[in-house]
């Protein structure tokens, strides 16, 4: 038996948001430049609030911390559409890959301790060093091309 077209109706959801492409992006680039300006005041340790947000970081990224305010702020640059020379995807992927390789290398923090690690335990120890060397050149070769 074939169906009946037009017996069964959708329901419409009361409340239907509809953003522009641009609108995004930019709420995104947004969100990305406040949270790089959180992390940078949470430096100060003027309150509690931003007293343990700073213990967070650091105990996430160790002494790298100081430079996550940067990669935040370079990635929502990226979003925002500025034609900057710093509003560039090589800067930000750049940057991250030397970032993240550099705090690989000295096992800083929780994420540089797992990343070693994660690499150590698929090859050795001199290879997860030569990787992570590797990785840090390739990030200062893709930041400054």
Same mark, same amino acid.
């Given at each position: 038996?074939?169906?009946?077209?037009?017996?069964?109706?959708? !329901?419409?959801?009361?409340?239907?948001?509809? /953003?522009?492409?641009?609108?995004?992006?930019?709420?995104?680039?947004?969100?990305?430049?406040?949270?790089?300006?959180? #992390?940078?005041?949470?430096?100060?340790?003027?309150?509690? /609030? *931003?007293? @343990? /947000?700073?213990?967070?970081?650091?105990?996430?990224?160790?002494?790298? +911390?100081?430079?996550?305010?940067?990669?935040?702020?370079?990635?929502?640059?990226?979003?925002?559409?500025? !034609?900057?020379?710093?509003?560039?995807?090589?800067?930000?992927?750049?940057?991250? /890959? #030397?970032? *993240? +390789?550099?705090?690989?290398?000295?096992?800083?923090?929780?994420?540089?301790? @797992?990343?070693?690690?994660?690499?150590?335990?698929?090859?050795? #120890?001199?290879?997860?060093? *030569?990787?992570?060397?590797?990785?840090?050149?390739?990030?200062?070769?893709?930041?400054?091309?």
């Amino acid at each position: 038996m074939p169906k009946r077209r037009g017996q069964y109706k959708k !329901r419409r959801s009361p409340f239907k948001l509809k /953003l522009r492409k641009k609108t995004i992006y930019t709420l995104f680039a947004l969100s990305l430049i406040g949270a790089s300006g959180v #992390t940078l005041v949470s430096f100060t340790k003027a309150s509690t /609030l *931003l007293f @343990e /947000l700073n213990r967070f970081i650091v105990a996430l990224f160790g002494w790298g +911390s100081i430079f996550l305010p940067v990669s935040l702020f370079l990635s929502g640059l990226l979003f925002t559409g500025v !034609r900057l020379s710093l509003a560039k995807p090589n800067v930000s992927v750049g940057f991250a /890959l #030397t970032w *993240l +390789s550099i705090l690989g290398l000295s096992q800083a923090g929780i994420v540089g301790y @797992e990343i070693f690690r994660n690499i150590a335990d698929l090859l050795t #120890t001199i290879g997860a060093i *030569l990787i992570l060397l590797g990785g840090a050149l390739v990030g200062i070769i893709v930041l400054f091309n």
